[in-house]
């Protein structure tokens, strides 16, 4: 009888904990697994200690160590994203780490608003279509902002939550190459991209179509627009959305038929090479008034001496230019264009900035940064190398309860991020992600201005490719510069350009249009 009374108690409690899963919304994964969900979170609990002597190190898992995603996470939740004991780092013999170095001495930064207030927007040190003259040209409130990822390949809610998250950072979002969604109108301001399928503005048979764009353009608060050449997780190659897939919702968002196969092409139509696509990036921006740019991984480098070469006549040109790192990202793909198609970012990005520098354009265009550039260290060397701002994708997956399952690719994302499984993207509750999604884009904020501070700098755009060392164990040691062979000056900004900066973050002018959700430093 005891023991019956036991076992009805157990599964009374049971019971109790699985139905408070299902209707809590601070969890995704206990939302969609209750009761299992729980194994992880114990697991997590004490993994240090079975890692210890098991499986792997804080430092060792890819695409994002342990020790990474704990900081993601921590900062998204307003938890101590301290780390204690000292690094997990092999600094004795690891190759290729970059340590900033610090001054002893600078000039005093305790005027910049940034430096004291984690709300403040770090606004760029550039005006984005400004030296084109652009009729809609402004100067972004947030260096970091949301990178392209589509409807379709991430779920609505999650979309929801990034755009509203953007919104409460003061910070921007791109919508991906799949179009503008009803999940991309919480708030945000907009990238619209476009890709080769040109979805959204397109007819019916694939081609571009002007009229449908500017209707796009009018109805939603669009910024600026990129045209996507090529992405770092599948470069060069084009895409099959299968027929099953597209749903009456997918086929109205994208301008396709419902049910039936729609392949992207590997390139664009509208143009075929650099001459007629500057043609086609001044007829946009001459009909929107917006900013317009490319997004590209960097391959075979004619293609960006041709784009440089065309710019420096002054008549055409693009107003900002989006380099992704061949590391692979959001977008699912064969693994041998994941793992050796394209450069990485450094190396990528080096080669075309450089491009520009020759020809004396660089503070002419918004340089763009994405690639696994969510992070404080890899952001901070991306400034140093001439970024202007960053986009964060898969960083800002995982601030919104991504658990780096790596299952994008077979609409079984555990979380409901990357999914159009219903039952699974029921898990991401936009009200509270949204939140650890604004929470996230200022924390690495406020990290990259304390690494600027530690420089004696006010803003990361300010930090030199002279202010990074890149460490070959503990017995060599070379700069950014000379590692990636940049020229006096090259990574800087011009003398106007950054007293224009460096006034602007004293004086404090801008406002952020986010609640007081940060908590006293």
Not at 59 to 81: C, G, L, M, V
Not at 161 to 190: C, F, I, Q, V, W
Not at 342 to 365: H, I, K, N, Q
């Amino acid at each position: 009888m005891r023991a019956r009374s036991i076992g009805a108690a157990t599964a009374t409690a049971l019971a109790l904990v699985a139905a408070r899963d299902l209707v809590q919304k601070k969890h995704a994964l206990l939302r969609n697994f209750p009761l299992v969900g729980h194994a992880r979170y114990l697991l997590e609990t004490i993994g240090p200690e079975l890692r210890q002597y098991i499986v792997t190190s804080n430092d060792e898992e890819r695409p994002f160590s342990r020790d990474q995603r704990t900081w993601i996470y921590a900062s998204a939740k307003e938890e101590n994203n301290y780390f204690g004991f000292g690094t997990d780092n092999d600094v004795e013999h690891m190759q290729g780490h970059a340590y900033l170095k610090q001054r002893t001495f600078a000039k005093a930064l305790s005027e910049v608003r940034s430096a004291h207030d984690p709300q403040a927007p770090l606004p760029s040190a550039k005006v984005l279509g400004g030296p084109r003259g652009r009729a809609k040209a402004f100067r972004p409130a947030s260096v970091v902002n949301i990178s392209a990822m589509s409807f379709g390949s991430l779920s609505g809610a999650a979309i929801t939550a990034l755009n509203k998250g953007a919104a409460l950072a003061g910070a921007m979002h791109n919508t991906g190459e799949g179009g503008l969604s009803p999940y991309h109108r919480n708030g945000g301001d907009l990238v619209l991209q476009i890709g080769t399928a040109y979805f959204g503005c397109r007819n019916e048979d694939g081609s571009f179509n002007l009229d449908k764009l500017k209707d796009v353009v009018a109805g939603a608060p669009v910024k600026a627009i990129e045209i996507k050449l090529s992405q770092g997780a599948k470069p060069g190659l084009g895409g099959m959305l299968p027929g099953a897939k597209v749903t009456p919702e997918i086929a109205e968002i994208r301008g396709i038929p419902v049910g039936k196969d729609c392949a992207s092409p590997s390139r664009h139509t509208a143009f075929s090479d650099v001459d007629s696509m500057l043609d086609f990036v001044e007829l946009i921006a001459t009909e929107t008034g917006l900013p317009v740019g490319v997004k590209s991984a960097v391959g075979e480098t004619d293609f960006w001496q041709e784009l440089a070469t065309l710019m420096a006549r002054g008549d055409r040109g693009v107003d900002f230019v989006t380099v992704d790192g061949g590391e692979g990202g959001t977008g699912a793909a064969p693994l041998t264009f994941a793992d050796s198609v394209s450069l990485p970012f450094r190396m990528g990005f080096s080669r075309v900035y450089g491009t520009f520098a020759e020809r004396g354009l660089t503070d002419d265009l918004t340089f763009i940064g994405s690639g696994k550039l969510g992070l404080p260290e890899n952001a901070a060397v991306a400034f140093a190398l001439g970024v202007d701002m960053i986009n964060v994708a898969r960083e800002a997956m995982l601030s919104i309860g991504c658990i780096q399952a790596q299952k994008c690719h077979t609409d079984k994302c555990p979380t409901g991020i990357a999914t159009q499984n219903a039952w699974l993207a029921r898990g991401v509750d936009p009200a509270s992600k949204s939140a650890r999604a604004a929470v996230y884009l200022r924390a690495l904020r406020k990290e990259l201005v304390r690494l600027s501070s530690a420089v004696g700098v006010a803003h990361p755009a300010l930090i030199t490719a002279d202010d990074i060392e890149i460490m070959n164990g503990d017995y060599e040691a070379r700069t950014l510069a000379a590692v990636y062979g940049y020229k006096d000056g090259w990574g800087e900004l011009g003398p106007e350009l950054a007293g224009e900066i460096s006034s602007l973050l004293a004086a404090g002018p801008i406002t952020a249009r986010e609640p007081s959700v940060w908590p006293a430093v």
